[in-house]
């Protein structure tokens, strides 16, 4: 009972989050409350089952930390980052003032919630760096580096969605006639990318692609997602060759260098970027958005509901980041005359990542800010690691 258990826990996990994009796709509600979320939802209401037959969960805990790792080189596969210099220079300042604040805000959020959350404060500090620089996947991607339970990114994330749906909604309906009041006006900067590139990067990241024949993009697929395994395969054998602080050999000192391993999958995965063919074939960015619902769903099946009683105190402190990441962001756009639809955009990329740059750039009506947003976007998925996982390295410092 326990191995047939375990073997249907295993296929919920690499299809049901297919079966929840299909119906994504057909019913607005559902589309609404997003995958992600649904992945979440299903696998805590599948846990009971699971747990009560048996079912290995250790075994659900270690393909979690393997879907994270070989996630990010997917993501970062058709990342332009030499686009990057097309784009008119105030698009880039924003951005690199959305880092900077979040940054800063993360830094002092520590010390003020670090008597309330403590042994955690750390960690969440460093997971939101990552999750407003870049998004969820770096939220995810720092946690493991870090080594935190795996209820803890749940909790985070969840309250991440909580708070991240107010924002939205402030982006949709009255922060840009707001803003626009407050910061500079937007001067049209025709875009310097041809507009096959404009055309794939929407296609890419909108979620607005083109009908391809299923086999092919199957295939395409799975290219990506072996290169993406060799890059982690590179990346544990690169630790295999260090040395161990606890006298561990061989694939026992994984633990040791998790954050280490994380960073070298994301050079990597910045690395093979700069290759035409890997960058510019479609499909790379869904394939690891697809690992990133598997480990959703696993999260899910694993949350330890005893660790509830801390939700209000990890809302508190993301909410404290989140809107003080974008108060600072304000103040900075003000400060260097960056106007309301450049500031709007970039915090958005920093916030929600490239998938949802499109409807806000809609609420705004401005179509020529899409294709940079999600530049912005791309490029903080390839900063937000080294980031989040700098700052935790940091904070340690301060016990």
């Known amino acids: 009972m326990p191995m047939l258990m375990t073997a249907a826990m295993i296929l919920v996990i690499l299809f049901l989050p297919r079966l929840l994009v299909l119906a994504t796709s057909k019913v607005p509600f559902l589309n609404t409350l997003g995958s992600v979320f649904l992945c979440y939802a299903l696998g805590l209401a599948l846990a009971p089952l699971f747990k009560a037959g048996g079912a290995d969960m250790s075994l659900a805990s270690t393909l979690s930390s393997i879907l994270v790792v070989v996630a990010m080189p997917l993501?970062?596969?058709s990342a332009d980052l030499p686009g990057l210099r097309k784009l008119a220079k105030p698009m880039l300042i924003?951005?690199?003032?959305?880092?900077?604040?979040?940054?800063?805000?993360?830094?002092?959020?520590?010390?003020?919630?670090?008597?309330?959350?403590?042994?955690?404060?750390?960690?969440?500090?460093?997971?939101?760096?990552?999750?407003?620089?870049?998004?969820?996947?770096?939220l995810f991607a720092v946690g493991a580096a870090l080594g935190s339970p795996q209820s803890r990114i749940l909790l985070l994330n969840t309250a991440d969605m909580i708070g991240g749906g107010i924002y939205f909604f402030m982006l949709l309906s009255f922060m840009g006639p707001l803003l626009r009041k407050f910061l500079p006006k937007y001067v049209p900067v025709h875009s310097k990318l041809s507009a096959d590139a404009q055309q794939f990067y929407v296609e890419e990241f909108s979620g607005k692609k083109k009908s391809v024949k299923p086999w092919k993009a199957f295939l395409t697929r799975v290219g990506f997602v072996g290169l993406s395994v060799l890059c982690f395969v590179v990346a544990v054998g690169v630790v295999l060759m260090l040395p161990s602080a606890y006298g561990k050999t061989g694939l026992g000192k994984l633990d040791e260098y998790v954050a280490l391993i994380m960073l070298i999958v994301t050079t990597l995965g910045i690395a093979l970027s700069f290759?035409?063919?890997?960058?510019?074939?479609?499909?790379?960015?869904?394939?690891?958005?697809?690992?990133?619902?598997m480990f959703s769903v696993i999260m899910?099946?694993?949350?330890?509901?005893?660790?509830?009683?801390?939700?209000?105190?990890?809302?508190g402190m993301?909410?404290?980041?989140?809107?003080?990441?974008?108060?600072?962001?304000?103040?900075?756009a003000?400060?260097?005359?960056?106007?309301?639809?450049?500031?709007?955009?970039?915090?958005?990329?920093?916030?929600?990542?490239?998938?949802?740059?499109?409807?806000v750039a809609g609420a705004l009506k401005n179509d020529e800010i899409i294709l940079p947003?999600?530049?912005?976007?791309?490029?903080?998925?390839?900063?937000?690691?080294?980031?989040?996982i700098g700052l935790g390295n940091f904070l340690s410092f301060f016990g």
Not at 275 to 293: D, N
Not at 302 to 311: G, L, M, P
Not at 340 to 353: E, K, L, V
Not at 379 to 388: E, R
């Open 275 to 293: 290759v035409k063919k890997v960058r510019t074939a479609p499909g790379s960015y869904g394939a690891g958005q697809y690992f990133i619902l």
């Open 75 to 77: 993501i970062l596969f």
């Open 373 to 388: 947003g999600i530049l912005c976007g791309i490029l903080g998925y390839a900063v937000g690691n080294y980031l989040g």
């Open 300 to 315: 899910g099946l694993s949350f330890d509901f005893d660790k509830i009683s801390a939700a209000l105190a990890v809302l």
């Open 94 to 138: 924003s951005f690199a003032m959305d880092a900077v604040a979040v940054l800063v805000v993360a830094f002092g959020a520590y010390f003020l919630f670090r008597g309330v959350l403590p042994e955690q404060a750390n960690h969440i500090s460093s997971m939101l760096v990552g999750d407003y620089t870049g998004g969820t996947p770096n």
């Open 334 to 359: 003000k400060i260097g005359r960056i106007d309301a639809d450049t500031m709007i955009i970039t915090s958005t990329a920093g916030i929600f990542g490239p998938a949802f740059i499109v409807p």
């Open 318 to 332: 993301l909410c404290f980041v989140q809107f003080g990441t974008v108060l600072l962001h304000i103040l900075m």
